[in-house]
């Protein structure tokens, strides 16, 4: 059920996607294979772009290795999700499709998440993203502009929904939550700052926040455990 | 001319490793204090980052991304769910978008 959000939101993005695909000269099926196996918006953009630009093998090896790199850490989070028990083709499968929108839903799951949970988002929001990504390359810029910017702030609706209600319980994470904002709008727009791209500006402010906030506010046991 | 699904497949390779490798390879509960606490915060900081400034960009108004990013944030405060945020912040796009256009 919590897919369904995500599956919509995917969609206007993956149409533009298909756009930026289109223009780097891939056809339709390559977009599809492409979406399917990435399921990365910024990975599968920087991608494109680099198809276009004809690189070498590696330079396109580094360039997914650190528009990516926030997964790494994504990973590492909800590797405490799940139960120990938890055996490596469950594992394998959650990590194929750990995307952004997935992994907030992950971890707004209580208790221990059951890869089931994961199954079920991915079946609306794998088909629902490749196909999008692919009708992006055939119809291009059909669909009006004003529907596409609309969906495409649905993700954003989402995450809200997933980090407020923790934060209007508990103190530290609101004055987290706040901080983060503040930042990475900062760092968004200093000049100095703002040629980095948004994959390594979420890296770098969640391990700085992240740290900083641990080491003044660690959490105890059961917290962590919630 | 590199072929397209070589590059495919590097896309594919790499984006995948990335995401499993701690998942396979962190299989306990983690005991440090700071590396468990830094691991609780992550999600909020990571999704808190990635939602702004990126709400007003992904719009043509700055102010359409912006009403919608507060009344969002209000939503969820006052607990509405998941999806009855999301479709909100849309409806509220398309609007603000709408009455922006006509004036």
Known sequence: ?226 | MNNTYIYIGIMFLVTFLIRVLPLTIIRKRIKNVTLRSFLYYVPYITLAVMTFPAIIETTDSVLAGLVSFIVGILLAYLGVSLFGVAVSCCAIVFVCEFIIKLL
Not at chain 1, 98 to 121: H, Q, R, W
């Open chain 1, 1 to 226: 059920m919590d897919g369904i959000p995500i599956a919509l939101g995917y969609f206007a993005v993956a149409f533009t996607l298909g756009i930026t695909a289109k223009n780097s000269g891939l056809t339709a099926l390559q977009t599809f294979i492409a979406t399917a196996l990435t399921n990365a918006s910024a990975g599968g953009y920087a991608g494109f772009r680099a198809i276009a630009e004809n690189v070498s093998y590696l330079d396109m090896a580094l360039t997914i290795l650190v528009v990516n790199i926030r997964y790494f850490l994504m990973s590492c989070a909800l590797s405490q999700k799940l139960s120990p028990k938890t055996p490596l083709l469950h594992r394998l499968f959650i990590g194929f499709d750990l995307t952004d929108e997935i992994f907030g839903i992950s971890m707004a799951v209580k208790g221990n998440l059951c890869p089931y949970y994961n199954y079920g988002a991915m079946t609306v929001t794998i088909p629902s993203w490749a196909t999008g990504a692919a009708l992006g390359v055939i119809i291009g810029n059909v669909l009006p502009h004003s529907i596409v910017n609309a969906l495409s702030v649905g993700i954003y609706g989402m995450f809200l929904a997933i980090i407020i209600p923790p934060a209007k319980q508990n103190k530290i994470i609101a004055g987290i939550v706040t901080v983060s904002f503040a930042l990475s709008f900062a760092f968004a727009k200093i000049p100095l700052f703002s040629g980095i791209s948004s994959g390594i500006r979420i890296m770098i402010l969640t391990v700085a926040i992240g740290f900083v906030a641990a080491i003044l506010f660690p959490v105890k046991e059961e917290e962590t455990d919630e």
